[in-house]
Every structure is written in C-alpha cells, then in structure tokens.
C-alpha cells in the first residue's frame, strides 16, 4: 500500500493530539483511503513529551527548521503564532511540501502572502482546524457549498467567550467570576485576551470571509469588540426583551460591500445560535440556493483539533488540493469593507438616568431627533450609582447615528453613567 509521510511541527495540545489520532486510527484510514498515513518525524522542544506518544527516538528533532531538512511529503505546522510558525511554513512550502496548519491568526494576516507562495510552487496549503476545531465548517464552505453565492455567516467560534457567557446567564455571575471559573477548568488561557477580547474570533471570520467573498480579509478588516463589560443586568434586561448575549461574528454582504465584525450581540432566545452554550461552537452560513445551514460542535480541544488537521492529512493523500478560491489571485477591485460607523443594526440602550419628571421625554427627543426610533422600552426600579436603568431597543438605525445621539445623552444633567450600547442581530 502507498503511504504519505508527514512531518509534524509542534507536539503541544494539537500536535500531541494528532499523533495519537494517526497512531489510534492507523487502519480505518488507510482502509478508507488506501494509502497509509506515515508519521515520519515530528519536532518538539521537549523530546521526552514526544517519546512518551510513542513515537521513536530516531524521529523526533528538537528543533523544526532541523526537522524540515527531513524528507516528507507534507508538513504540519502546529506552533502557532505568527513570527516562526511562518518561517516554518514559507521555508516548507519552497522545499516543494504541502502545508496544513491550525494557525488561525497567521492566516488572517498573512494569509495572501502565504497562499500566493503555495500557488506558485504548486503546493497545497491546508486549514481545517483554523476556524471551528473539529467542526468541518472550511469544508462545508469549499465543497459542499461550492454551488453557492455566500450571502452570510454568523458564528459562535470561541468556545472561552461563550462559557463565560454561558456561566453569567445561567449563574448571574460577573464576568470576572465566570473567567476564573474558566481558567480553573482550563477553557481559558492565564492570559484570556485574545479570546475574551474578541480577537481569535476575529481571526476566524477573517478566515471564513477570505474563503466566501473572493477578497482577502485581514484581522484589521474587521470591527471587534469583546466581552469584558457584559454585565448579569444586561443579560437580564435582554432577556426581558426576549434575547440572549453571544459573542457573535458576523460577516455579510451589505449593499455591495462587506461588513465583518465580532462584537456581544443580542440575538433572539428561541433561535437556535441561542441554545449553543458552554464550550460549543456553532456556524450558520447562508448560501443564495442553499438558504441556511448549520454546523454544530466542539470548537477546542485535543481530539476535536486533531480531527480537523486529519481531515487536512486525507484530503493531500487523495490529491484533494483545492484551497482557497481562485478569484482571489486575480487583480480585480476588491470588493469595500463597510466602516464600522455605517452599520445599520437595532440596538439595545441601557441608560442610567435620574428617576424623575421628563428625563424619558428628554432622552425620547434626542433620539427622535436623530431619525431613531424606539421599538421597546423599560424603567426598572434599581438603584445604578444613584439613578436607574432605562432600557430601550431601537428599529433598524445607522450606528453613527446612534453614537452621535448617545454622546449627546450622555451630556444631560439626569444621565448619571455612560450609556451601554449593544447592537441586536434578529438572524
Ligand atoms: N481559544 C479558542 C476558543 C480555541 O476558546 O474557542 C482555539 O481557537
């Protein structure tokens, strides 16, 4: 029987993950495919990490620049980050190997240059566990939706942010407590930024939107915002108005042009996103023929990830090479990235406001005076630093027209903290 041989790059979560799916699942691979799946070294600082996989002495290199001097037919970059891991990965790619990488951030930013370097020498370059772990959602998009004009995606695809959402909702914790409850149980890292503040989703729809809207999309393309001052009143109130708070990535054509942003959204309780909860990640894409598709599972983990680069593994074993769309070497007009202040959204306002006669009828003012109108709203009877909530949902209005009413809201005399502002995606 023909084998592949494949050199892994970083021996961590992933890596060591992978290891044991090609070991484990030896058989059923090479009885589906007909070729077997050799591991023919893999690099790893700690050797001893690696010998412990079972892998033998002769084939572990502590070092990946050394390893790639290696024969091997694809390399699998598992280190991440975007300095090394992208050396590793040009230097592979111009030995003339295929590539398969879970490397989300480095794709969203230099993506380009790595798929045009891959295309001129004629190699694949492979990204299945970058968005969505175990999930086949790249695939879904390159095949099974092949057929498709992509009008949108909305996904939840970070698993730590929606824990700590999850836990605030059905716990009422704060954000802080429900963090540290993540950080115990290991969903979160020491250092949560990147996923509490919204970036590794970002660099996920920047990788989707790559794939469905035929231009390349970088982390700067996309408006983000993070999770950090969701409060247990504000998922409350939404609940009040029928929504939950997801930490939501969108990407979509609007009025010909492409608006891509993360940000904690309000969503409707009885969509089905609504009921993704915990770890979970979930990708709903519409296509023009297709109408809506879901895709469900779990976003992280060893096995899951492992799955994913797998996938990857199979695909250059069978000479499935295809990768990213071709139109994206072409030298067309790219198509226009909506500016954040041009979104047009409903929004959820959380004043904090003197209980007393007119203050309603002086915010009322403002924002009819800004062509805003008010869908629903409500006072509760808490003490905020002295004042009370007054919440409000809007129509559809433009953002900056919302910011420009709320600045000058907040400038009243009865208005006692800055105005929490939520944009609400009906789906
Ligand atoms: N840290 C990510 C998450 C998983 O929490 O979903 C890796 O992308």
Redesign the pocket.
């Known amino acids: 029987m023909d084998s592949l041989k494949v050199g892994i790059i970083g021996c961590g979560t992933v890596g060591g993950g992978v290891v044991k799916l090609l070991i484990e699942n030896r058989e059923v691979i090479a009885e589906r495919i007909g070729k077997r799946i050799d591991i023919v070294f893999v690099a790893d600082k700690d050797v001893e990490k690696v010998k412990k996989l079972g892998i033998p002495e002769e084939k572990i290199v502590d070092n990946g620049f050394k390893a790639l001097e290696r024969k091997c037919d694809v390399v699998v970059e598992l280190i991440g980050g975007t300095t090394i891991a992208k050396e590793i990965i040009l230097s592979a790619i111009e030995k003339g190997r295929d590539v398969v990488t879970a490397n989300?951030a480095l794709l969203a930013d230099y993506g380009e240059e790595l798929f045009k370097k891959a295309r001129e020498k004629g190699v694949s370059l492979k990204f299945e566990a970058s968005v969505g772990?175990g999930i086949p959602v790249i695939k879904a998009l390159r095949e099974g939706l092949a057929g498709n004009k992509i009008e949108r995606i909305c996904g939840i695809?970070?698993?730590?942010?929606?824990?700590i959402l999850t836990e605030m909702t059905e716990k009422g914790i704060t954000f802080e407590e429900a963090l540290r409850k993540a950080q115990e149980l290991g969903?979160?890292?020491a250092d949560p930024t990147?996923?509490v503040e919204g970036y590794?989703?970002a660099h996920?729809i920047a990788v989707l939107s790559t794939l469905s809207f035929c231009r390349w999309v970088k982390t700067e393309n996309v408006y983000v915002r993070g999770i950090k001052d969701i409060t247990p009143l504000d998922i409350e109130l939404a609940r009040e108005f029928g929504y939950k708070v997801k930490l939501l990535a969108i990407s979509k054509l609007v009025d010909e042009e492409l608006e891509v942003r993360v940000h904690p959204t309000m969503i409707p309780e009885n969509h089905i996103l609504s009921n993704v909860n915990g770890?979970f990640?979930a990708c709903l894409i519409e296509g023009d023929f297709v109408g809506d598709t879901l895709y469900y599972g779990k976003?992280?983990g060893e096995k899951p990830?492992a799955s994913a680069v797998v996938s990857d593994i199979i695909d250059i074993a069978i000479g499935n090479r295809y990768s990213v769309p071709e139109c994206l070497f072409k030298d067309e007009e790219k198509l226009k990235i909506k500016a954040p202040e041009e979104f047009i959204s409903s929004f959820y306002l959380r004043f904090t406001a003197v209980d007393k006669p007119g203050v309603l009828a002086k915010i009322s003012k403002i924002l009819a005076d800004y062509g805003i109108s008010i869908k629903m709203a409500l006072q509760k009877s808490i003490d905020i630093n002295g004042g009370v909530p007054v919440v409000m949902t809007t129509h559809p209005a433009c953002k900056s027209k919302i910011l420009k009413a709320i600045e000058e809201i907040d400038r009243l005399d009865v208005i006692l903290s800055p105005t929490f502002v939520c944009m609400i995606e009906e789906l």
């Open positions: 989300k772990g695809i970070n698993g730590t942010a929606n824990y969903y979160a890292e990147l996923d590794d989703a996920k770890v990640n976003g992280a990830t």
